[in-house]
């Protein structure tokens, strides 16, 4: 998959999934004010994947005078397989406490094959973090906390979230990942 087809494909999945569905009910005011970066790794080499992770934690942390991203997807379409990517997901966890990143950032998951840990591949649920191409999702805490403490209902967004997608059968919910 190019750089382009990834980020194409992901910026169809952020409009029909995370903003579209609302199932992250933060997204919409960052993508409409453009503050969500893309940035892709065209590759499967762990080392070159850290380091550009790496690079755009720092950029997240102290963003350049006059930088409007608030939050950035590394797009990382080289790590299909699931066990694979979880692999890297550890190790992308692991440069938080190194970077002394830990309650500044956080990093969410995304993945074509994503599932939670003791939920069966099919559960609906695991649609709220199946997107088209393997991504980690680089969040500054403080956003999040600012956004959480806004919201009336932080807690319930999850079982909003489980709920609408068990809504959907199984081929609306691929159709929601892939487009």
Known sequence: MSEEDAEVRMRGWVERAVVGLDLCPFARRVVRAEGLRYVTVPTADVATILAAVHEELMELALPA????????????????????????????????????????????????????????????????????????????????????????????????????????DAEARRRLRDG
Not at 75 to 87: D, I, Q, S, T
Not at 122 to 140: C, E, I, K, S, Y
Request: aromatic share 6%; proline share 11%; net charge negative.
């Open 65 to 168: 005078p006059g930088s409007t991203v608030e939050t950035t997807l590394v797009l990382v379409p080289g790590l299909a397989g699931f066990e694979r990517f979880v692999a890297v997901m550890a190790r992308v966890e692991a440069l938080l406490p190194r970077l002394e990143l830990r309650g500044v950032i956080q990093v969410a998951h995304f993945h074509p094959d994503y599932r939670f840990a003791g939920v069966p591949a099919d559960a609906p649920g695991n649609a709220t973090n199946q997107a088209p191409v393997p991504a980690f999702h680089l969040l500054r805490e403080a956003d999040v906390a600012a956004a959480v403490a806004a919201h009336p209902d932080p807690e319930g967004i999850p079982r909003r979230n489980i709920a609408r997608l068990e809504a959907l």
